[in-house]
């Protein structure tokens, strides 16, 4: 069974590198692990190289900076030596004492250690990204099917083409150290390392920009971080200064919308749709172009956290959704993706079917251009150092490659001018290309010299055009030896204006569609989502601006959004647009994948420990990860007879696991009481520890599957949970998997959420 599944075989493998340590046990095959081997009790004192990499981590190709392959291993590129040395390779005998005159005597001068180290350690920092600061990435692989060729020339898009990429997903508006769970816009940014060069899909997982145009884009940030006075709040929205601008401002409203539904709290990186926003232009081999817009479609599907889960684990686990990627690569649940195109014909006028694809507001509906399938994103290693990869990537929309090119979108233009303005701030001039994430694979021969950080040695006389001296290298390339050549498309003449086409006017249609695409449920959030955002704001003309607003998308989300803030119903401005629905939209009604999947099995010292074990392994056969919760760490069982816990009462919370199975009825940890552990503080437990009442009643009342067995009902009852309603099991015995599974490819149990009449 190892051999067919990843996660079984990697959960073996994570075990059996773990028996190697003291700490280490049979069931302790569960991701996370920080290092290789578990550490000795004692400090070490025999001196050793530094210890591999876990077995899920890997780092940049080992190219040159001119992007020559250099063969070496990925640990030539990392520190080496057993013995501490300064940054010029001298040993050191001590790093605890500065050098003194006498123990007592004061610090001197000559200590170049000293120096050094604290001169470091004061400039380890490099100033944050004004947007999308807070994210997490991954290496992979990019496999074409060569489905593209017919459209575009670039070599990755060939048939059978593997490149090698590394993605990188955050949000937009919070600082470094602000939560993963917000509700917020999400960047899902690739760079494909191609043998033409860099390619760089800078996209979101919402399809369309809040501005039409780039010269907009810092009012629209400004507007959504933190107010300039207070520096609050922090990573939201929900604060006057953002709904001031986008009431007032309604090209914002369609990504409004998207912002203020489920979209805007994906449940992982995993599940989360990804989309180049922008038209593309594509040109084949015949020189033939084509407008397209590219989508990320993710394997497992597109799932939401529910809003009092986002809430919490901005508590409890800020980290989540970088813990579960990372979690997920390391267990051998590879996230995929698969990389679609839309295509349009490259018309004088760039509309299709009414719509401006000039326009980033503006989608094209699935059911009216399909998403067709190019290839396949598999993310199969983890970063080797943060720092290094995740926060020194430079993405740049501009980087392109023959085969692909840019078209008139004025917001496209701007970006293509800002990303490559900002890293001269972050990384320090303009040689970023050359650390090691950022190298491209393909020889680079750019007749640029000097400047901050250059660790290119160049060779020869004349890095200028023409020359003789260096014997006219480098000499340009023509089509035919895969230069990137601009498509020559007739540009428009006229007087300069600062205008926007007549097709940019219409604010409202597209945002009806979306909203009419939901699904009961779905609309519910949406209303809770704005009736939460503008109860923050503090201006009551801010609010009534606001349902104005929703008034010309739809009367019943305009009026049920007014009463929660208790003010009048405002009529439309505009006729309703009359639009088709797109089901395409919608994330609930469908069945997907279960990879990866964290599944709570609640037990304690009392149960049948072979029954634990059969339903952990049963999780695990099904490519999923089981997590023990018991009062109390340690082992269930004795002897060799074992059941490794991973989590207890007092750490484990609902919002972390995918569904819950309860082997038995566990008992009360001796650490339930409130002075211990405030979540035991119930004074009402009906049954067992009131900490697991907690997680059932959270998993209940956000959608998750529940199971059990061995008294586990008399648990639900207590709870107030009726055995059979929808998405509760009650079995005689460990088997109960195949029903959860089933429950779980819906993601939730959306009967739980029945929506107003």
């Not at 059978?160 to 899902?188: I, K, Q």
Request: hydrophobic share 40%.
């Amino acid at each position: 069974m190892s051999e067919k599944n990843p996660v079984k075989a990697v959960a073996d493998k994570i075990s059996g590198v773990m028996h190697a340590g003291p700490a280490g046990g049979p069931e302790d095959g569960v991701p996370g692990k920080p290092a290789l081997v578990s550490p000795q009790l004692a400090e070490p004192v025999d001196p050793v190289e530094p210890l591999p990499p876990k077995a899920d981590q890997s780092g940049p190709e080992t190219v040159s900076p001119t992007g020559q392959p250099t063969g070496a291993e990925h640990a030539r590129m990392a520190q080496s030596g057993a013995y501490l040395t300064t940054a010029q390779g001298t040993r050191l005998p001590d790093s605890d004492h500065s050098l003194k005159a006498g123990p007592r005597g004061p610090v001197l001068l000559q200590d170049h250690h000293l120096r050094e180290k604290l001169m470091h350690f004061d400039h380890e920092r490099i100033p944050e990204r004004v947007v999308h600061a807070r994210g997490s990435a991954a290496h992979g692989v990019f496999q074409s099917y060569g489905t593209a060729q017919a459209v575009s020339k670039a070599a990755f898009l060939a048939r059978d083409v593997e490149t090698p990429v590394f993605v990188r997903f955050s949000t937009v508006l919070g600082s470094r150290g602000s939560a993963d769970t917000v509700r917020d816009t999400r960047g899902f940014a690739t760079k494909f390392y191609t043998e033409e060069g860099v390619f760089d899909l800078v996209g979101n997982n919402i399809p369309v920009f809040f501005i039409q145009d780039a010269i907009k884009f810092p009012d629209v940030i400004h507007a959504g971080k933190p107010h300039p006075d207070r520096e609050i709040p922090q990573a939201q929205s929900a604060h006057d200064t953002f709904w001031d601008f986008v009431s007032l401002h309604t090209e914002a409203t369609h990504h409004t919308l998207w912002n203020m539904s489920d979209r805007g709290i994906p449940r992982s990186y995993r599940m989360m749709e990804g989309f180049g926003v922008h038209t593309f232009r594509l040109v084949n081999a015949q020189g033939v172009t084509t407008l397209v817009k590219f989508h990320w479609k993710p394997k497992l599907g597109v799932h939401s956290l529910v809003w009092e889960e986002a809430q919490i684990l901005a508590g409890v686990d800020p980290d989540f959704h970088r813990r579960d990627l990372f979690d997920a690569i390391e267990s051998g649940a590879f996230p995929q993706w698969e990389l679609g195109i839309q295509t349009f014909p490259d018309s004088d006028d760039q509309m299709f079917e009414g719509i401006d694809l000039l326009d980033s507001t503006k989608i094209v509906p699935e059911e009216l251009a399909p998403v067709q399938p190019v290839g396949l994103l598999t993310l199969n290693a983890n970063p080797s150092n943060f720092f290094a990869e995740v926060e020194q990537v430079a993405f740049h929309t501009g980087h392109l490659v023959p085969g692909i090119d840019a078209t008139d979108d004025p917001l496209l233009a701007g970006r293509n001018f800002s990303y490559l303005d900002t890293q001269l701030t972050r990384l320090g001039g303009p040689n970023f290309p050359q650390i090691p994430i950022n190298r491209t694979h393909a020889p680079v021969n750019d007749m640029q010299r000097d400047g901050f950080h250059q660790t290119a040695v160049h060779r020869g006389v004349a890095p200028y055009k023409p020359n003789s001296l260096d014997g006219g290298c480098p000499f340009f390339a023509g089509a035919d030896t895969g230069a990137f050549i601009e498509v020559p498309v007739e540009v428009p003449t006229g007087r300069k204006v600062r205008e926007a086409p007549a097709s940019y006017s219409d604010h409202f249609s597209q945002p009806r569609l979306f909203w009419l695409s939901m699904s009961p449920v779905e609309r519910e959030h949406i209303i809770a989502a704005y009736t939460f955002e503008l109860s923050k704001c503090y201006e009551q003309a801010v609010k009534e601006r606001a349902l104005a607003v929703l008034a010309n998308i739809d009367p019943e989300l305009c009026a049920q959004v007014a009463v929660g803030l208790g003010l009048p119903v405002p009529a439309a401005t505009e006729p309703l647009a009359d639009v088709r629905p797109s089901p395409a939209l919608s994330q609930v009604g469908r069945i997907w994948p279960v990879d990866g999947r964290v599944i709570g099995i609640v037990t304690d010292q009392g149960v049948d420990v072979a029954g634990v074990r059969e339903i952990r392994e049963a999780v695990l056969d099904a490519g999923m990860v089981p997590l023990v919760i018991a009062p109390a760490g340690g082992a269930l069982g004795a002897g060799g007879d074992t059941v490794t816990v991973q989590r207890t009462f007092a750490t484990a919370r609902s919002v972390e696991f995918d569904a819950l199975l309860f082997a038995g009825l566990p008992g009360a940890g001796a650490d339930a009481y409130g002075a211990r552990d405030a979540k035991a503080a119930d004074p009402r437990p009906a049954a067992g520890d009131p900490r697991v009442m907690a997680l059932l009643a959270e998993a209940y009342r956000h959608g998750k599957a529940l199971a059990g067995w061995g008294g586990a009902e008399a648990l639900f009852e207590a709870a107030g949970i009726s055995v059979g309603e929808p998405g509760v099991i009650v079995t005689d015995g460990p088997q109960a998997l195949p029903q959860l599974l089933e429950l779980l490819a819906a993601h939730r149990v959306w009967e739980r959420f029945p929506a107003a009449a």
